[in-house]
């Protein structure tokens, strides 16, 4: 049903734009259109329960793959990644003397590796369906059509043959996490109890740093509950203090940052979840916001995703290889163990170890790709989680909102406010890495 209300809400919004029927360009070239594309798979990724680290897989190839078919169409503005991205050797092969929509080919593309890195075949099928008639509806020449389905099979099928080599399907098989339960170690949380999420994702091939370990921040504080003096019991009671007298803006900055995908909801014997989509989704509905108040053509729209996406993805993998080095303990299990049973976070504990902040390094590293692309100071209200029914928030810039998330995850109890500050930290660094070492708009 969402699919086919996109469906529709897309065609009106461009039959609205002519009533001619040999306008395809228009539409094809509007990066509005490549914006809801990504906000498509975005829901996707929502209703099928992946959790953020997977999510940003798809994300980060399906963008590439967008991006390398803009990149053939205009290679005087914009440089292939080939040679680039740790493994990527090869750029699709543009044939001579045919024309092609790359606009209308880099959607292709994008869904073709969206829906085909993770999700089971034809989850995005309908929707493609409907992008392929509106585009015929509206004159595309069936040479056109034909030409630019094939260019866009031909860029993604090179991207995906890369993405089979990342270590994503070795590490399916991998060992689960070790639950021990030692003072100051992790252990699954309530109400679920789930297990670790993707202990082995230091094992996935970075984009574009060298490894995993790369940027290594300083140890966690040392666990020790009884010095009330040292800086672990500080940091301990520092998030129940603040968790217990939290005023309403600080609330609203816990929501709107939560982005936790799957939110496991418990009433007596009654259990439910509730969705919303997760770290990822949130900075790619940030990058459309973007795009869109910018008013930047469709070749920059698509950078712009291309490169917030790879930082994303590194930043992920850089955050993980510390987390399950440090294994650091959640503050709702420190605080129920030691101070208070009773005691709860404003915020669902996600399942995965403390040190370092997932959010916040993500945030951090998105922060600064999309300083890179739109300046620094680019104010802009992130209408993003409206549809979960929580008002906007408005920035002076995209680290000014990295900033608020580091807060954000203190407040909802989640996180010791240190390892907030140290994820920025971090996270900036593999942004400031993409944007130095990457040569993509020229």
């Given at each position: 049903?969402?699919?086919?209300?996109?469906?529709?809400?897309?065609?009106?919004?461009?039959?609205?734009c002519s009533e001619k029927k040999n306008d395809y360009q228009q539409i094809t070239s509007d990066p509005y259109l490549y914006s809801k594309t990504v906000k498509e798979l975005n829901n996707v990724v929502m209703q099928n329960n992946f959790p953020p680290i997977i999510a940003s897989?798809?994300?980060?190839?399906?963008?590439?793959?967008?991006?390398?078919?803009?990149?053939?169409?205009?290679?005087?503005?914009?440089?292939?990644?080939?040679g680039q991205l740790n493994g990527l050797d090869s750029a699709a092969f543009l044939p001579a003397g045919k024309k092609i929509d790359f606009h209308f080919a880099a959607l292709l593309a994008f869904c073709q590796l969206g829906e085909a890195v993770t999700f089971p075949e034809g989850?995005?099928?309908?929707?493609?369906?409907?992008?392929?008639?509106?585009?015929?509806?509206?004159?595309?020449?069936?040479?056109?059509?034909?030409?630019?389905?094939?260019?866009?099979?031909?860029?993604?099928?090179?991207?995906?043959?890369?993405?089979?080599?990342?270590?994503?399907?070795?590490?399916?098989?991998?060992?689960?996490?070790?639950?021990?339960?030692?003072?100051?170690?992790?252990?699954?949380?309530?109400?679920?109890?789930?297990?670790?999420?993707?202990?082995?994702?230091?094992?996935?091939?970075?984009?574009?740093?060298?490894?995993?370990?790369?940027?290594?921040?300083?140890?966690?504080?040392?666990?020790?509950?009884?010095?009330?003096?040292?800086?672990?019991?500080?940091?301990?009671?520092?998030?129940?203090?603040?968790?217990?007298?939290?005023?309403?803006?600080?609330?609203?900055?816990?929501?709107?940052?939560?982005?936790?995908?799957?939110?496991?909801?418990?009433?007596?014997?009654?259990?439910?979840?509730?969705?919303?989509?997760?770290?990822?989704?949130?900075?790619?509905?940030?990058?459309?916001?973007?795009?869109?108040?910018?008013?930047?053509?469709?070749?920059?729209?698509?950078?712009?995703?291309?490169?917030?996406?790879?930082?994303?993805?590194?930043?992920?993998?850089?955050?993980?290889?510390?987390?399950?080095?440090?294994?650091?303990?959640?503050?709702?299990?420190?605080?129920?163990?030691?101070?208070?049973?009773?005691?709860?976070?404003?915020?669902?504990?996600?399942?995965?170890?403390?040190?370092?902040?997932?959010?916040?390094?993500?945030?951090?590293?998105?922060?600064?790709?999309?300083?890179?692309?739109?300046?620094?100071?680019?104010?802009?209200?992130?209408?993003?989680?409206?549809?979960?029914?929580?008002?906007?928030?408005?920035?002076?810039?995209?680290?000014?909102?990295?900033?608020?998330?580091?807060?954000?995850?203190?407040?909802?109890?989640?996180?010791?406010?240190?390892?907030?500050?140290?994820?920025?930290?971090?996270?900036?660094?593999?942004?400031?890495?993409?944007?130095?070492?990457?040569?993509?708009?020229?």
């Amino acid at each position: 049903m969402r699919v086919a209300v996109l469906t529709v809400a897309v065609v009106l919004f461009f039959s609205s734009c002519s009533e001619k029927k040999n306008d395809y360009q228009q539409i094809t070239s509007d990066p509005y259109l490549y914006s809801k594309t990504v906000k498509e798979l975005n829901n996707v990724v929502m209703q099928n329960n992946f959790p953020p680290i997977i999510a940003s897989r798809n994300y980060v190839y399906a963008n590439i793959a967008a991006y390398e078919v803009i990149a053939a169409g205009d290679p005087q503005h914009y440089q292939s990644l080939a040679g680039q991205l740790n493994g990527l050797d090869s750029a699709a092969f543009l044939p001579a003397g045919k024309k092609i929509d790359f606009h209308f080919a880099a959607l292709l593309a994008f869904c073709q590796l969206g829906e085909a890195v993770t999700f089971p075949e034809g989850s995005m099928k309908e929707y493609v369906d409907s992008l392929k008639g509106l585009v015929k509806d509206h004159g595309m020449p069936d040479d056109v059509f034909r030409n630019s389905v094939d260019f866009a099979a031909e860029a993604g099928r090179i991207i995906l043959a890369w993405s089979k080599k990342d270590q994503y399907a070795q590490t399916r098989t991998s060992p689960k996490y070790a639950v021990i339960d030692t003072p100051g170690r992790w252990v699954p949380t309530p109400p679920l109890y789930a297990q670790a999420l993707e202990p082995h994702w230091r094992k996935i091939r970075t984009m574009v740093m060298d490894s995993a370990n790369q940027f290594t921040p300083p140890p966690p504080p040392v666990f020790d509950i009884n010095n009330k003096q040292g800086k672990y019991y500080q940091e301990v009671m520092a998030v129940k203090n603040a968790g217990d007298s939290l005023t309403e803006e600080q609330k609203h900055i816990a929501e709107f940052w939560d982005d936790l995908g799957n939110k496991m909801n418990v009433n007596g014997h009654i259990m439910f979840v509730t969705k919303k989509f997760s770290p990822p989704g949130h900075w790619m509905n940030i990058v459309g916001i973007a795009a869109q108040k910018a008013k930047v053509d469709y070749a920059t729209t698509v950078y712009a995703y291309a490169k917030t996406s790879i930082a994303m993805f590194d930043a992920f993998i850089q955050c993980w290889d510390e987390k399950f080095r440090s294994n650091y303990a959640r503050p709702e299990t420190v605080i129920n163990k030691y101070i208070d049973p009773n005691w709860m976070p404003y915020l669902q504990t996600p399942p995965f170890p403390e040190y370092t902040c997932g959010h916040s390094t993500v945030s951090s590293a998105s922060a600064e790709a999309l300083t890179s692309v739109f300046g620094d100071n680019f104010a802009f209200t992130d209408t993003s989680e409206l549809e979960f029914g929580i008002k906007n928030r408005s920035f002076k810039s995209f680290r000014d909102a990295a900033l608020e998330n580091n807060w954000a995850r203190f407040y909802g109890g989640i996180h010791f406010h240190i390892s907030c500050i140290i994820s920025t930290e971090y996270g900036a660094k593999v942004g400031t890495l993409v944007n130095d070492r990457l040569k993509m708009k020229k």
